[in-house]
């Protein structure tokens, strides 16, 4: 059975440093093919990609964030890390982690609020 | 970035009916590996989305024969018949053909 969660701090002032973990089961990201993605969802807005891991190591993300994240994954395989530095009220959302490829297994997601 | 666009915004249905949902990208989502990467989600209110078709047509694992996907290149569609009250929420279209990997704006699927 594939499982994701996702874990954060809920709030965060402005200017500081978001980090979140996604710990999953059900699969290993030593896995030839296997991706793992970060995806966010303001309220009541549509869903953006952040960025994806795979099992090589090899880190994807979003021009339009690049310079803010990094992505990053645990010895074992079964974490998977994003830092976004900088952040302001427009990081508010909820962030969500994906089994990638298809995204066919979802996390259920962890609110954060951007707020002094 | 690739530029999904998804019509209606919103779509009112009868229980039981038929509907359709239009994705369509700003380039071929045809990906150099030959495989075409557009798939369907719905979210529920207060969930994460669910897959439902990967790769334009294939049913994920426990969806419902009610649910389907055509298309090719830019344009692609997701048909749903027989409207069932389980079936209400925000229908999104995601390309990972290309990077960044974009999604559609959604169609929310209301009773009328």
């Known amino acids: 059975q594939v499982t994701l969660k996702e874990s954060g701090p809920g709030m965060l002032q402005p200017s500081k440093t978001l980090s979140l973990t996604c710990s999953f089961s059900g699969f290993s990201l030593s896995t030839s093919g296997m991706v793992v993605s970060w995806i966010r969802q303001p309220s009541g807005k549509s869903l953006e990609w952040l960025a994806a891991i795979d099992w090589d190591g090899d880190k994807y993300y979003n021009p339009s964030l690049k310079s803010r994240l990094t992505v990053s994954k645990d010895t074992s395989n079964t974490q998977v890390f994003l830092k976004i530095t900088s952040v302001d009220t427009a990081d508010t959302a909820t962030y969500y982690c994906?089994?990638?490829?298809?995204?066919?297994?979802w996390g259920q997601g962890v609110m954060v609020t951007v707020s002094s | 970035d690739v530029l999904m666009t998804q019509t209606p915004v919103s779509l009112p249905v009868s229980l039981g009916g038929q509907v359709s949902i239009s994705c369509r990208s700003s380039?071929?989502?045809?990906?150099?590996?030959?495989?075409?990467?557009l798939h369907w989600y719905l979210q529920k209110p207060g969930q994460s989305p669910q897959l439902l078709i990967y790769r334009v047509s294939n049913r994920f694992s426990g969806v419902p024969d009610r649910f389907s996907g055509s298309g090719s290149g830019t344009d692609f569609t997701l048909k749903i018949s027989r409207v069932e009250p389980e079936d209400l929420g925000v229908y999104y279209c995601l390309q990972s053909t290309h990077f960044p990997l974009t999604f559609g704006s959604g169609t929310k699927l209301e009773i009328k």
């Open positions: 380039q071929s989502l045809v990906h150099s590996d030959g495989n075409t990467y």
């Open positions: 994906a089994r990638s490829g298809d995204f066919d297994y």
